[in-house]
C-alpha cells in the first residue's frame, strides 16, 4: 500500500523501534512505517488503518508490537473475535497485563458480557495502573448494562477516581460513562450534574457531553447550512402570503352597492352589473407545529449507590 514521503518510521514510540531491532533494517523499516500509518489512520480511517496492519503483519507477525497494532486495528473496525486473538498474542509475548481491560472489551463485543464481568475480578487488574483500572472499571460496568443490571453499573463505576476534583486523560469518560448509567435508571437530575463535570473535563471533545446536556434540556440544534431547514423556516411565510393575498384583492375590490329604487318605478328586467362575491380568505395550510476494582465491582443492585 503507498504510504506518504514524510513518513520515515522514526516517529512510532522508541520501544516499538527497540523491537523492531531484532529485523533486517530495511524490513524493519518498512514495519515502522506501516505501523506509523495504523497510528495515523485509526481514529479517522479505520478500515484503512487494519489495511496498513495486515501490511506489517506479513512482514513481522513475530513481534508483539505489530500483534498489538493489528489488535487495535481489529477492534477499531468491530472484528472482535480476529483482535481478541491478536492481544493473545502479544499478551503471550510480553508477559504485560496492559491489554486486559481491550481484551475484556472484546468479550463484550463478542455478546459474552459475563466473561468480560469475570476477567474485572481476576488477578490481573491488579497489575494495572491507575488508567488502566479505570478503564476496567469502564468495561466492567458496560457489561452490567449489557446484562441488564443497571443499577449494578451505576455502583461499579462509583470509585475514589470518579470523586476527585483532579482531571486526568481519562476523567471526561469516566464521568460520561457515570452520567449515562445515572440516566438509565432514571436519575436525570443527577445525569445532567454528571453530563456537566463531564464537559468539564474534556478538553479534547472526546465525548458528546455537550450534546447531551442540550438534550436533556430540550435544547434542538438547527444547521444553518441544511437546504431542508430552510425550507421549513421558508413554508410559514409562502403560507402567510398566499392568505393574505385574497384579502389585499378583496380590499381592492371593494364590492359594489346597488342604488335603491322606488318600488313604484322598479323596471322589469333589472340590467345593472351584479356585485361580484367576496373572496374568501385561505386556510392555514401547512402551518409548522409549535414548536479491577479496587472495591467491590460486585455489589447487587439492591446496596445503596
Known amino acids: 500500500m503507498p504510504i506518504p514521503d514524510d513518513v520515515t518510521g522514526q516517529e512510532i514510540d522508541k520501544s516499538v523501534r527497540q523491537e523492531l531491532q531484532s529485523l533486517p533494517k530495511t524490513l ?6 506501516n505501523l506509523v500509518m495504523v497510528a495515523r489512520l485509526l481514529d479517522t480511517d479505520p478500515e484503512q488503518a487494519y489495511a496498513y496492519a495486515k501490511v506489517a503483519f506479513r512482514l513481522a507477525s513475530r513481534v508483539a508490537a ?17 483482535a481478541l486473538a491478536e492481544f493473545r498474542a502479544a499478551r ?91 440516566l438509565a435508571v432514571g436519575r436525570e437530575d443527577e445525569a445532567r ?17 455537550s450534546d447531551r446536556l442540550a438534550e436533556l434540556d430540550g435544547v434542538e440544534f438547527v444547521d ?8 421549513d423556516d421558508e413554508a410559514p411565510e409562502a403560507s ?13 375590490k371593494p364590492e359594489p352597492e346597488a342604488e335603491a329604487e322606488p318600488a ?8 345593472d352589473p351584479k356585485p361580484e362575491p367576496r373572496p374568501e380568505a385561505g386556510s392555514k395550510e401547512g402551518e409548522a407545529a409549535p414548536s479491577s476494582f479496587l472495591d467491590d465491582p460486585f455489589k447487587e443492585p439492591g446496596e445503596q449507590a
Open 224 to 231: 444553518a447550512l441544511d437546504p431542508s431547514a430552510e425550507a
Open 66 to 82: 505489530v500483534r498489538e497494532a493489528m489488535g487495535f486495528a481489529a477492534y477499531s473496525t468491530a472484528r472482535y473475535s480476529e
Open 92 to 182: 503471550r509475548m510480553t508477559g504485560s497485563a496492559e491489554l486486559w481491560p481491550v481484551m475484556a472489551d472484546c468479550e463484550r463485543g463478542l455478546g459474552r458480557p459475563e466473561r468480560a464481568l469475570a476477567m474485572a475480578g481476576e488477578p490481573e487488574v491488579q497489575k494495572l495502573d491507575r488508567a488502566g483500572q479505570v478503564e476496567m472499571r469502564l468495561v466492567a460496568a458496560g457489561a452490567r448494562r449489557d446484562m441488564g443490571q443497571a443499577d449494578a453499573a451505576v455502583v461499579t463505576l462509583q470509585s475514589p477516581e470518579l470523586a476527585s476534583n483532579a482531571v486526568h486523560p481519562w476523567t471526561a469518560r469516566l464521568r460520561y460513562a457515570y452520567a449515562d448509567a445515572l
Open 28 to 33: 524493519a523499516e518498512d514495519v515502522a512505517r
Open 264 to 271: 313604484a318605478q322598479a323596471k322589469p328586467q333589472d340590467t
Open 193 to 209: 450534574e454528571w453530563f456537566g463535570k463531564a464537559l468539564e473535563a474534556d478538553q479534547s471533545g472526546t465525548t458528546d457531553a
Open 240 to 252: 402567510a402570503e398566499s392568505e393574505a393575498k385574497p384579502e389585499r384583492e378583496s380590499e381592492a
